[in-house]
């Protein structure tokens, strides 16, 4: 079954539906449009009722504000994740996407995040995970630790990784052992040397035999997350080809 084809908003007060016509909508909840105004979010939900949305967490790699000195801010970073679990359910957001940190997990941090995604399962709310610029071991280390957790799979981050070093394990090995878990797609390309997030053609990451890894999967979107319009519309065209010589 073909995924849907979605787009990342980066800037509400330039969005129309006319201008980037897509199956779904990831939100950014670092923009100032979304921040807790209930008059400005009750206008957000009724300019997108009906579509289906997902939202990427302002928080960046949640939990490594101990190693950075700071390990009191993670009470608000839990604070700030439920503040995001409430506002998706008052815009009928059914996704949150976040990063986490790259060293292990203490037992508070375990049980504090398990009470996170408990919230969210309440309220309606997937918790997904994406991977930054990071190793194999890093990414598969999250999912086994919170196993209800799912898996977005930024293909920009991981073309990045892979030519760094840091991505060691052969892409199939990998692809196997997150194939449960993963539902959606971040998409965009790049060099290898930095996430420049280009259109899907503009890069060395051979996307066509990557989502061709994919088929039979339970993959449910793919977000562009291309900066420039032109970018985005340009591979929306490319995947929806792909999409159709499958057929």
Same mark, same amino acid.
């Given at each position: 079954?073909?995924?849907?084809?979605?787009? =990342?908003?980066?800037?509400?007060?330039?969005? #129309?539906?006319?201008?980037?016509?897509?199956?779904?909508?990831?939100?950014?909840?670092?923009?100032d449009e979304l921040k807790p105004n209930i008059i400005i979010l009750l206008k957000i939900r009724e300019n997108f009722y009906g579509k289906d949305l997902? !939202?990427?967490?302002?928080? =960046?790699? /949640?939990?490594?504000?101990? +190693?950075?000195?700071f390990p009191e801010f993670a009470e608000a970073e839990m604070n700030i994740l439920k503040s995001?679990? *409430?506002?998706?359910?008052? $815009?009928? /957001?059914?996704?949150? *996407?976040?990063?986490?940190?790259?060293?292990?997990? #203490?037992?508070? +941090?375990?049980?504090?995040? &398990?009470?996170?995604?408990?919230?969210?399962?309440?309220?309606?709310?997937?918790?997904?995970? +994406?991977?930054?610029?990071?190793?194999? @071991? /890093? *990414? $598969?280390?999250? !999912?086994? #630790?919170?196993?209800?957790?799912?898996?977005?799979?930024?293909?920009?981050? !991981? &073309?990045?990784?892979?030519?760094?070093?840091?991505?060691?394990?052969?892409?199939?090995?990998?692809?196997?052992?997150?194939?449960?878990?993963? /539902?959606? $797609?971040?998409?965009?390309?790049?060099?290898?040397?930095?996430?420049?997030? &280009?259109?899907?053609?503009?890069?060395?990451?051979?996307?066509?035999?990557?989502? &061709?890894? $994919?088929? @039979?999967? @339970?993959?449910?979107?793919?977000?562009?997350? =291309?900066?420039?319009?032109?970018?985005?519309?340009? #591979?929306? +065209?490319? %995947? @929806?080809?792909?999409?159709?010589? %499958?057929?």
């Amino acid at each position: 079954m073909k995924p849907k084809i979605c787009c =990342s908003i980066g800037n509400l007060k330039e969005f #129309t539906f006319k201008e980037y016509p897509f199956d779904g909508y990831e939100l950014k909840s670092n923009v100032d449009e979304l921040k807790p105004n209930i008059i400005i979010l009750l206008k957000i939900r009724e300019n997108f009722y009906g579509k289906d949305l997902s !939202l990427h967490s302002q928080l =960046s790699r /949640i939990f490594s504000c101990a +190693e950075r000195g700071f390990p009191e801010f993670a009470e608000a970073e839990m604070n700030i994740l439920k503040s995001e679990i *409430i506002i998706s359910k008052l $815009l009928g /957001i059914k996704q949150i *996407i976040f990063h986490m940190k790259e060293t292990p997990f #203490t037992n508070k +941090e375990i049980r504090e995040f &398990n009470k996170i995604i408990d919230f969210a399962e309440n309220n309606e709310i997937e918790m997904i995970y +994406e991977n930054h610029v990071c190793s194999d @071991n /890093i *990414i $598969l280390n999250v !999912l086994k #630790t919170f196993s209800k957790v799912k898996f977005c799979l930024d293909i920009g981050h !991981l &073309n990045v990784a892979i030519h760094n070093g840091k991505f060691k394990m052969d892409l199939d090995k990998f692809l196997e052992k997150v194939k449960s878990k993963l /539902i959606n $797609l971040h998409v965009h390309n790049n060099h290898g040397e930095r996430d420049e997030h &280009n259109s899907i053609e503009d890069g060395n990451f051979d996307w066509k035999k990557f989502l &061709n890894k $994919l088929q @039979n999967s @339970n993959l449910k979107k793919i977000v562009i997350e =291309s900066r420039k319009k032109e970018d985005i519309l340009k #591979t929306k +065209e490319l %995947l @929806n080809n792909f999409y159709k010589n %499958l057929e």
